[in-house]
Structure formats: structure tokens, C-alpha cells
């Protein structure tokens, strides 16, 4: 099978590369092993939160102290005002309605009750612009009976430090009965499902309505529309006070939504998405990748001019660890890491581990490094590309994007 | 000197180990009034920082006869007392091509005059009978090893203890002595809850703090010296052994295989570490090979499983001679009556002995504690089972309903682990049936139980009551559900908080010296969740 380009990896940066790639008329495949970052979505995407541990308020202005091995500093700073622009058409394109801007951070509030800074967040989700301000006084909280991955307390707890007065109240429907006499079913995507059918809506708005006549704003964990998008937009309709949702713990339900609609966007533009399959190697001829053999494929080898390496960090197994060694398990590109496995971790989990930073070392056009040869059309993009510690800076969703962006220019050149 | 009388006690002890809990236990059933205090929490020492061996003795039948026979009689007796705390696997002991074949008929005639019965099985057999054993054996004596629960032993104890009138103190640490000319009459001590010192009053004050019992006899102006060797283990993710399996040669490292739970376990290293080292139990990355290097010798597929944790224990041994390794040390009980010794009335140590003679050390104990006090009543902790371990009804009705009943997950997990206290296990609704640990099958009423009944302070306590957070994920996602009941339960959700993160740090430890594979990429994930989405952090939260 021949391909313009094939992307190896179905995660935020695959999905973009390959949205990119189709809008711009290439016949693309995603291969994909599986479910991806998106799918513990917070509902927002972070580009720079945090440099050297001191909130950042414009992170295009933050990204000018970071290091030069950093994929922001890579890409160069005069590109990232116009990437991320273009990212968030890229996204409002396939459906999805975010809001947020490059040059100044936006507050969103976490299930622990904090105000955490971000970038671009979910139409879902409600967006802030004060860390030390949450606009209403009395609120109230409320959550599933037995639906223990919304943690109510540790909402009320952050919502006091801010000055807020929150009850908690349950909502017991018996549409939710039989999921909950389960012992593991009552998740977020099951609720979710119940009220993508779209019966559970009315009476559940009611039951919130009369629950939160004292109070100024409802918080409730984010279970709604997995595959049904309109369920939010039907919630904030029918509920009287304003509604702030609050991820719940993943799967996130607005995580995979998102995820279906890009996809989505992707096989409507032409692209072909290859689901539950695993890439296992390659045959390179003068430092060029000629075709790729995949799990299912079996002998049909997949062909491409170019291919795009976004199989993710560690927990996406772009990156693998055993005892004594790192290695990019797909092709054996060469890594940018520390070969003593002594070095790879500090023992306090929250300081800065140094896992974090590892990644697939590329020439400056994001080219693939095979034995210190550039790989002429292997581009890697996304958080296999290291170089950073994305959940310190809180740039893990901005590096996936605008790297990915920036690869898809060089293809384009 | 102001003397608080209001209330004191016959005897304090010491230390929440299972000798601690054990000595609580014996003191309570003869009828003294009983104090346990314990800075931390119970089994949080040595007593849960080893194989969790029912030992058959076997392993020191060539060395050390007498722990041999202790350990064989004592093995028997938990098989009956305790007998939710026990697995019944049975152990091998291999010789490989690499060891002496000739030391087997020693082995087995040095077990069978310790009273440990053996069969020589043929290599053949053993292949089939064990299929994840070193296919190239040479010979395989099987002995009645066993598998047992440190945590859940020392709480049936302490509960027993409990039920008999003693009343328990975690997280309650000596800071000094209360002390009248000779005698020692009371303990001071620091509560790290509420952060402030309290005494209580006592006849006899027994030190059973394990090899923290250097520096609390010391507290008292007495000196024991204590021979810190450290021992680290790995815990494997699945169980790839049925029974216990063991090297047949003289006790070295990592020799011992333990399945157990829904793990299996190898070790130990041994290693002398100063005294001043004991509260620090890294794992370094040269323990780590060791373990697998040797591990793999006795399973093979070792060397493919995934390790969920490493981590570290200290043996409380009395210094003897100047062993390097501390190995030929016996492990013998060591009794000291400090009046005989030093001089000094009202206060006792047990020591040595290990956690399968723990309710040995615990009668000789209070023997002594007896006499002191002129009680006299006989030992009766041999005979009556531990609280969870009463006999099981045989009816016919009964065995169909075990056999026929669609129990959950999670009533069957805590049927295991809780034993015939199972009941207990709240079952007020639906709700109290929701599993908040996937991996372990632990129910909001496991946990809700734990909470009310075990002395439950933090999620670490928890974990230790209930294996919350103790399987393949290592408490990614339950962690925080159980977090969410805590705090519901101790209303101060800040606390909450930080406990959350002291868990992820504690779970850390064991995972950062075997961080590879599946684990960094699942630790990966949980960073994410957890200070990703969450935003929590490491303290203040």
C-alpha cells in the first residue's frame, strides 16, 4: 500500500500531523496501537505553565528562557505565534470549540480545587482569568451516588481557599441503578453513555435545578456526551445556574470525545486510520525509510514519501526502559537519555525526574537520528521528541501540537 | 515527681510488630490490663518488610537446629490459629546443577531430627508439579513451607488483643521513661497527631521494638547492641509459582521464592548497614541485579515478569560475634530481664527470634511478665484461633453455599483477607459494593471496615489493612478514590490531600529502583493524573 505520508502514532500529534497533512490535499494513514493522552484529557491543552517553577502569564514571552534544546526553542519562537493559531483552526475545523489565547494564560479549576494556568480549553469546561478568583460565592457540588471518581471534598476544600461557600449533594436517578449494582461499572463513560440516549437529560436538570436553587453556580464532574456531542449544550440550556465541569478520573469522557471527532476529521478529509495496529519495523535503503511492516499487515508492507514518528513518551511505549537500557522500540532510533538507569529517576515523585526529558534525537528539521545519520524523510514529532519535561512546565499538549505543526511544514517546503 | 495514677496499667509494650501485637495478645487472654503503643503504625517494621515465609524450618535445619525445631512447631501452630493469614503451599528445596547434590541427604536428615517431615521428589515429577521452576534440577526435597500475611497476622493479633481488653496506640512514639530510682514506671510519649506528649503509667514496660529496641533501651539507660542487617526483596506482578521454592545449600542470597496474594516475592540480599542507616531502606540498583541474577536461577520466567516493588528490612539481630554478613547469627529469641541484666526493675525486651517464632517470643514474654507480677495463668495463645480464623462451619449446607453463592469480587477478596471477620465487611447498599481498587478487588465497605474497626490513619494504613494500591497499578487510580473515602471519613480534606501525595511518594520508593519497563510507564501515567490534571502537590495542598 502507498501513501503520501503515514503517520506512526494516532495521539494529539498524530491526529494533528495527519489533519494537516489531509487539509493540505496528501493521501495520509494514521497507524495507531491504541488509546492516546487525549483519552485523560483535562480539557485543556497547556502550552507553557510554568518556567523554572514560577507561573508564566504570556508563555510566548516565557518560552524566551528556555533552553535551546527545548522543541519550543527548536522550532524557533518567530514560528509558535502563527502555530498556535493555526492549531486552534486546525481544531475549531474538526468541531472542536475551544477558547484561549497564545499570549496570555487563562485559569481553568482542577478536581483538587485549584486554578491552574493553561492555554486553550474545551467549550465544556469554563475558563477563568484570575487564579485567586472564582466569580460566584455560594456553590454547589454535586455528584453521582457511588460514582466514586469525583472526589467532592477535595473540591470543596480548594473552593474555600478561594473565598467560596460549596455545599456537596448527591443526585441518585434510577437510570443509573443498574450500572451501579455493578461493583466496577459505575465510570464516567458508562453515566456518559446512559445520557447520550438522551432520556436521563430532562429529569436529571430538574433534579439539579431543585438541588441548587440556594446557590449561584452547579459543579459537576465531566461525564457528559461521549459520543452524543449535544449533551453539554442540552445541560447548560435546561440547568438554571451556570455549570462549571471538573474532569473526573480517566477516562475522560470529553477525552474521548474529542479524540472521535478528530479522528473523524481526518477520515473525512481522506485519511486512512489503521486502529489496533502496531508498526514493527522498517527497511531503510542510504538512510531513507522505504516501507513499513505493521502487526496486521502481515507481508503487505505500508509505503510512504515520508513518514512522521509520533508514537508517543514512555506510557505510549514510544520510548522503552528495561534493566539496562533505552531504546525507541519501532525502528532502533538512536535516543537522547542517560544509559545508567541509577540516573533516570530522582526519589522524591515530585520533584523533576529525568525520564521525563528523554526522547528521540532528531537533526534541526525534526529528522529522525539512526547511528548519528539523519533519517532524510523519518520527521519525529510530539512528546517522543524529549528535550523537556512537559508536566513541570505544563507544556505537554503545546509541544504535541505545534511540533507537529512545524513537521508538517517541512514536509510541506 | 508528679505521678499520674488514674489509670495504670499492668504492662505496656512496645512496638506494633507482630511480636508487639503478639505479646498484647498473650497479656490480654492471661488477664492483665494491656497498653501497646507504636510510633508509626502496626507491621510497619521488620514484621512487614520480609518474605511473609511460613517457614518450615527447613531452611536452618543444617545451621541452627534449634531455630529449626522452633520454627516447624510454630509453623503448625499458625497453620491453625491463624489460619486466614496462611496459605497451605508447600516448599521446595532445589539443587541445581551448580550446587552440591550431596548436600541434600544432609538437608533431609537435619530436618528430620528438627521433627520438619520431607519427601524427596523426582526432578521429572517437579517439572510437571511446578512448572515455573529451573527446568534443569537435579534433585527437589519438598517441605511444609507455607505463605503468611505479616499485616494481617499482627492485626488479627492486635485485634485480639483488643477484644481482650488492651487498649492500642498508633502512631504514638516513646520519647523517654517515666522512672522511679530503679524501676521504670511509665512511658513518655509523643503523639504525632495531635503533636503533643502524654505519659501512661505501668508495672512493666517490655520493649519489643525490634531493632528499633537498641536506641529505646537506651532511652532507658540500658544498652543492647543490635546488628542491623539489611534485607531487600522484589515483589514480581502475578504469581509464577505455586509453592514456595527454595535452594537446597546454605542459606545465601536471594534464595527464596514466596507466592503469595496475587504476587510472588524473591529474596533476600543481606548486608550490614550501621545503625544510624535503619530508617533509610533504599534499594540500591546492585540489590536489585543480585536478586534477579539469582532469581532467575530458581524461576526463569523471573527474568520476564514484571517487578511491581522493591523494598528493604531490617533483621532485628543481637550482636554476637563479628560476622560480616550476619548470616551463621542465630536467630534465636533473646529475653532480657533488665533487672537481672542492669538492674533495672519494670522493664523487659524481647528481641532476635523472627516473625515465625513471634508468638513464641510473645509466651516466653509474658511468662516473664507473669512472674514479675505474680500472676498465674497459663499460655493459652497456641490453642485459640486468632479473630478471622475461628473454625470454618462444615456443614454440607454451608459447603454448597460457599461453592453454589455468586459472591462478588469483592466479597470473595475479603473473605481472604478478613477471614470469618468477613462479615464485618459493611454491606449497607449497592454502594458498599463498589470496588474503589480494581486490581486488589477492594469494596467501599472493605474500606469503610478498615477505616472504622482497624486503627486506620492514613492511606499507607490502609493499604496495609485492605492491599489497597498494593497491585499491578500501584495505586493509579485507587488511590485517589480511597483518598476521597478517607477524607470523607476524617472530614479534613486537606490532610487528605497531602496524604494522597505521601502515598504516591511511599508507592515511589518501591517503584523508582525497578523503574523500567511497564512501571516507568505506568508511574509515567499516574504523574500525569495526579499532578497533570489533579494539580496536587507534595505537601501544603
Redesign the interface.
Known amino acids: 500500500m502507498k501513501f503520501d505520508n503515514i503517520i506512526i502514532g494516532g495521539g494529539l500529534s498524530g491526529l494533528t500531523c495527519g489533519i494537516k497533512l489531509a487539509e493540505q490535499g496528501k493521501k495520509c494513514a494514521i497507524v495507531s496501537s491504541g488509546q492516546s493522552a487525549i483519552h485523560f484529557f483535562s480539557g485543556s491543552f497547556d502550552l507553557l505553565g510554568k518556567v523554572d517553577g514560577e507561573d508564566v502569564s504570556n508563555p510566548l514571552e516565557g518560552m524566551k528562557s528556555l533552553s535551546e534544546k527545548h522543541p519550543y526553542q527548536r522550532v524557533g519562537l518567530e514560528n509558535i505565534e502563527r502555530l498556535t493559531d493555526d492549531a486552534l483552526h486546525l481544531l475549531i475545523r474538526a468541531g472542536l470549540s475551544f477558547t484561549g489565547q497564545a499570549n496570555r494564560n487563562h485559569f481553568v479549576l482542577t478536581p483538587m480545587g485549584i486554578m491552574k494556568p493553561t492555554w486553550l480549553t474545551l467549550d465544556d469546561f469554563t475558563s477563568f482569568d484570575h487564579k485567586d478568583h472564582f466569580p460566584w460565592n455560594k456553590a454547589v457540588i454535586l455528584n453521582f451516588s457511588g460514582f466514586l471518581d469525583f472526589h467532592t471534598l477535595f473540591i470543596k476544600d480548594g473552593l474555600k481557599k478561594l473565598e467560596v461557600d460549596a455545599q456537596i449533594k448527591n443526585i441518585s436517578m434510577k437510570q443509573f441503578e443498574a450500572i451501579r449494582k455493578n461493583p466496577s461499572e459505575m465510570r464516567s463513560t458508562n453515566i456518559a453513555k446512559e445520557f447520550d440516549k438522551g432520556n436521563a437529560i430532562d429529569e436529571f436538570a430538574e433534579k439539579v435545578n431543585l438541588l441548587s436553587e440556594t446557590t449561584e453556580v452547579v459543579i459537576l464532574p465531566a461525564v457528559f456526551g461521549l459520543f452524543n456531542r449535544n449533551v453539554v449544550e442540552k445541560l447548560n440550556q435546561k440547568i438554571n445556574k451556570p455549570l462549571v465541569l471538573l474532569p473526573a478520573i480517566p477516562p475522560s469522557v470529553p477525552g474521548v470525545r474529542s479524540q472521535i471527532m478528530l479522528r473523524q476529521r481526518f477520515q473525512d478529509l481522506g485519511g486512512t486510520y489503521f486502529m489496533g495496529d502496531n508498526v514493527e519495523g522498517g527497511t531503510f535503503d542510504n538512510n531513507r525509510l522505504l516501507d513499513i511492516k505493521t502487526n496486521n499487515h502481515d507481508d503487505i508492507k505500508l509505503e510512504a514519501d515520508q513518514f512522521i514518528l509520533a508514537s508517543g513518551s514512555f506510557y505510549s511505549k514510544g520510548i522503552v526502559a528495561t534493566h539496562n537500557k533505552l531504546y525507541e522500540p519501532i525502528f532502533g532510533l538512536d535516543i537522547e537519555g542517560d544509559s545508567d538507569r541509577n540516573n533516570w529517576l530522582d526519589e522524591k515523585f515530585f520533584n523533576d525526574q529525568p525520564y521525563m526529558h528523554y526522547g528521540v534525537k532528531t537533526d534541526d528539521k525534526f529528522r529522525a537520528l539512526m547511528d548519528g545519520q539523519s533519517i532524510e524523510n523519518l520527521y519525529v514529532a510530539g512528546s517522543v521528541l524529549g528535550g523537556a519535561n512537559p508536566l513541570k512546565e505544563g507544556s505537554g499538549a503545546g509541544i504535541s501540537v505545534l511540533t507537529s505543526l512545524h513537521t508538517v511544514e517541512q514536509i510541506l517546503k | 515527681m508528679n505521678k499520674n495514677k488514674s489509670k495504670e496499667y499492668d504492662v505496656i509494650i512496645i512496638g506494633g510488630g507482630a511480636t508487639g501485637a503478639g505479646t498484647a495478645r498473650d497479656c490480654a487472654m492471661r488477664g492483665l490490663s494491656v497498653l501497646l503503643v507504636e510510633r508509626h503504625d502496626f507491621a510497619t517494621g521488620a514484621t512487614g518488610r520480609n518474605h511473609g515465609l511460613l517457614h518450615s524450618g527447613a531452611r536452618y535445619a543444617v545451621t541452627d537446629h534449634e531455630s529449626a525445631s522452633e520454627c516447624i512447631k510454630e509453623n503448625m501452630i499458625l497453620r491453625r490459629i491463624a489460619n486466614h493469614c496462611v496459605e497451605e503451599n508447600n516448599g521446595l528445596f532445589l539443587t541445581l546443577p551448580e550446587d552440591d547434590i550431596t548436600f541434600q541427604s544432609q538437608f533431609v536428615e537435619a530436618c528430620s531430627s528438627a521433627g520438619i517431615s520431607t519427601e524427596i521428589i523426582d526432578p521429572e515429577l517437579v517439572r510437571r508439579m511446578e512448572p515455573s521452576v529451573n527446568p534443569d534440577l537435579i534433585g527437589a526435597v519438598q517441605v511444609p513451607d507455607g505463605s503468611v500475611d505479616p499485616f494481617r497476622l499482627t492485626m488479627s493479633n492486635a485485634l485480639d488483643a483488643k477484644i481482650h481488653g488492651a487498649d492500642l496506640l498508633t502512631q504514638h512514639e516513646v520519647t523517654g521513661f517515666v522512672r522511679e530510682q530503679d524501676r521504670l514506671c511509665g512511658v513518655e510519649l509523643f503523639n504525632h497527631q495531635k503533636k503533643e506528649k502524654v505519659n501512661y503509667y505501668g508495672k512493666v514496660v517490655v520493649n519489643a521494638g525490634g531493632i528499633w529496641g537498641h536506641h529505646i533501651a537506651n532511652l532507658a539507660g540500658v544498652n543492647i547492641n543490635m546488628f542491623p542487617a539489611k534485607g531487600s526483596l522484589l515483589i514480581f506482578g502475578h504469581r509464577v509459582n505455586k509453592m514456595v521454592l527454595n535452594r537446597c545449600r546454605k542459606p545465601a542470597n536471594a534464595d527464596i521464592l514466596v507466592p503469595g496474594d496475587t504476587i510472588c516475592l524473591i529474596g533476600t540480599t543481606s548486608e550490614r548497614i550501621p545503625y544510624d542507616q535503619i530508617d533509610n531502606m533504599?534499594v540500591s540498583?546492585e540489590d536489585?541485579?543480585v536478586l534477579?541474577r539469582e532469581g532467575v536461577k530458581l524461576s526463569p520466567s523471573l527474568a520476564t515478569t514484571r517487578i511491581l516493588r522493591a523494598y528493604a528490612g531490617v533483621r532485628p539481630l543481637v550482636a554476637a560475634d563479628n560476622d560480616p554478613s550476619g548470616r551463621s547469627i542465630s536467630r534465636g529469641i533473646v529475653l532480657l530481664d533488665h533487672k537481672e541484666r542492669d538492674g533495672l526493675e519494670g522493664f523487659i525486651t524481647i528481641t532476635g527470634g523472627k516473625l515465625m517464632t513471634y508468638r513464641l517470643m510473645a509466651e516466653e514474654a509474658t511468662d516473664l511478665i507473669c512472674k514479675k507480677l505474680s500472676v498465674d495463668k497459663k499460655c493459652e495463645t497456641a490453642d485459640k484461633s486468632l479473630p478471622g480464623s475461628e473454625k470454618s462451619d462444615l456443614s454440607l449446607e454451608n459447603a454448597s453455599q460457599k461453592i453454589y453463592s455468586s459472591s462478588?469480587?469483592?466479597q470473595k477478596s475479603a473473605q481472604d483477607r478478613h477471614g470469618s471477620l468477613a462479615h464485618k465487611v459493611s454491606n449497607g447498599g449497592?454502594?458498599d459494593?463498589?470496588?474503589?481498587c480494581?486490581c486488589e478487588g477492594v469494596?467501599?465497605g472493605e474500606v469503610k471496615y478498615a477505616i472504622n474497626e482497624l486503627h486506620v490513619n492514613n492511606l499507607i494504613d490502609l493499604r496495609r489493612r485492605t492491599r489497597v494500591g498494593m497491585g499491578t497499578c500501584q495505586g493509579e487510580?485507587c488511590a485517589?478514590?480511597a483518598?476521597?473515602?478517607l477524607?470523607?471519613s476524617l472530614?479534613e480534606?486537606?490532610k487528605?490531600?497531602d496524604d494522597l501525595?505521601n502515598f504516591?511518594?511511599e508507592?515511589?520508593?518501591g517503584m523508582?529502583p525497578?523503574?523500567?519497563?511497564d512501571t516507568?510507564?505506568?508511574v509515567?501515567?499516574t504523574?500525569?493524573?495526579y499532578?497533570?490534571?489533579?494539580?496536587?502537590?507534595?505537601e501544603n495542598?
Open positions: 533504599f540498583k536489585v541485579d534477579i462478588s469480587i469483592a449497592s454502594n459494593d463498589s470496588l474503589v480494581e469494596s467501599i487510580l485517589c478514590r483518598a476521597g473515602l477524607c470523607d472530614e480534606a486537606g487528605a490531600k501525595a504516591l511518594q508507592r515511589w520508593k523508582s525497578i523503574a523500567w519497563g516507568i510507564n505506568e509515567q501515567f504523574s500525569w493524573i499532578e497533570g490534571i489533579y494539580g496536587l502537590k507534595p495542598n
